[in-house]
Nanobody
Framework: QVQLVESGGGLVQAGGSLRLNCAAS????????MGWFRQAPGKGREFVAA????????YVADSMKGRFTISGDNAKSAVYLQINSLKPEDTAVYYC????????????????????WGQGTQVTVSS
């Protein structure tokens, strides 16, 4: 099992930006798709974005296009999430996930497709 470690969360004012980071604890060649999900208080986990590490293909949830940008580093087995113009409704725990398959946009949005998960990093946006 691949261990994923997130960082970069915190408390930020509305309108600010954050960059979330996630990396495998050890270099792995078995993780092909990496994604971000989030879970707001009292809500289920929702897909944010995903990327295929080898090709650089990226997918962002329709509701988050424009403010969320995902990028990956295959050499480091890492994935990043840049969030701009943060809103209070972005407050959530953000989870990094890794999958041992290549996924297109249709499948990358389902958390059941992922094999490994980080513990989550809290993002709190104050108004």
């Amino acid at each position: 099992q691949v261990q994923l470690v997130e960082s970069g969360g915190g408390l930020v004012q509305a309108g600010g930006s954050l960059r979330l980071n996630c990396a495998a604890s050890a270099r792995t060649t078995s993780t092909y798709t990496m994604g971000w999900f989030r879970q707001a208080p009292g809500k289920g986990r929702e897909f944010v974005a995903a990327t295929v590490l080898t090709s650089g293909s990226t997918y962002v949830a329709d509701s988050m296009k424009g403010r969320f940008t995902i990028s990956g580093d295959n050499a480091k087995s890492a994935v990043y999430l840049q969030i701009n113009s943060l809103k209070p409704e972005d407050t959530a725990v953000y989870y990094c996930a890794g999958a041992r398959r290549y996924y297109n946009s249709q499948y990358a949005q389902y958390e059941s497709r992922y094999d490994d998960w980080g513990q989550g990093t809290q993002v709190t946006v104050s108004s």
